[in-house]
């Protein structure tokens, strides 16, 4: 299975800040097909997750642009500029691109 | 308005089996792929598996393979997860998802929580 590695564990910001979430992979997530499977989803306190980006850089409708994905191969990164409140709780990669499918361990995101 | 609604969750001995159920609405159920995701109590998510939109194809996590069977009922706008031989590590809240255009999981249910104790 593929296992994806989620760094940190925890990051403490303040609002207004730039926070950043790595995801590597222990194989690339570029399907056959060209296209790379990696989203992001945000869990917020008591919520069901939500998605957040997809295809690695994607947003999905309604996610405000201060969310940023990138990244190729096995090496991704969730940026968020200016944190705001709404923002916190644990992110989460996950890959569609090898059956099984998998999420990473989780990110969470809380105020300093 | 996409909803997606879990049931059927609740307090069973090990070994029992359960039905979960999520039903659609504000949407055309049997145009989207539909899946199903687990969070044990203060852990991480867990894809459990997915199915399409004819139930053709079906693919599990090979972990839960044996124990867990998807299946939907286009007609009900109802998606299954019938689960077996539980045990205390199926504890979790069971979440349903739609599986977007692109393939993502853009929609989820609240959750359903299931407590597998004697």
């Known amino acids: 299975d593929v296992v994806l590695t989620q760094t940190p564990v925890s990051l403490s910001v303040t609002l207004g800040d730039q926070a950043s979430i790595s995801c590597r992979s222990s194989?690339?997530?570029?399907?056959?097909?060209?296209?790379?499977?990696l989203e992001w989803y945000l869990q917020k306190p008591g919520q069901s997750p939500q998605l957040l980006i997809y295809e690695v850089s994607n947003r999905f409708s309604g996610v405000p642009d201060r969310f940023i994905g990138s990244g190729s191969g096995t090496d991704f990164t969730l940026k968020i500029s200016r944190v705001e409140p709404e923002d916190l709780g644990v992110y989460y990669c996950f890959q569609a691109t090898h059956d099984p499918y998998t999420f990473g361990a989780g990110t969470k995101l809380e105020l300093k | 308005e996409v909803k997606l609604v879990e049931s059927g969750g609740g307090l069973v001995q090990p070994g029992r089996s359960l039905k979960l159920s999520c039903a659609a609405s504000g949407f055309s159920f049997n145009d989207y792929w539909m899946g199903w995701v687990r969070q044990a109590p203060g852990k991480g998510l867990e894809w459990i598996g997915e199915i399409n939109q004819d139930s053709s194809t079906i693919n599990y996590t090979p972990s839960l393979k044996d124990k867990f069977t998807i299946s939907r009922d286009n007609a009900q706008n109802t998606l299954y997860l019938q689960m077996s031989k539980l045990g205390s590590e199926d504890t979790a809240i069971y979440y349903c998802?739609?599986?977007?255009?692109?393939?993502?999981?853009?929609?989820w249910g609240q959750g359903a929580s299931v407590t597998v104790s004697s």
């Open positions: 998802a739609r599986e977007g255009i692109y393939g993502p999981m853009d929609a």
């Open positions: 194989q690339s997530l570029e399907y056959s097909d060209g296209y790379t499977y």
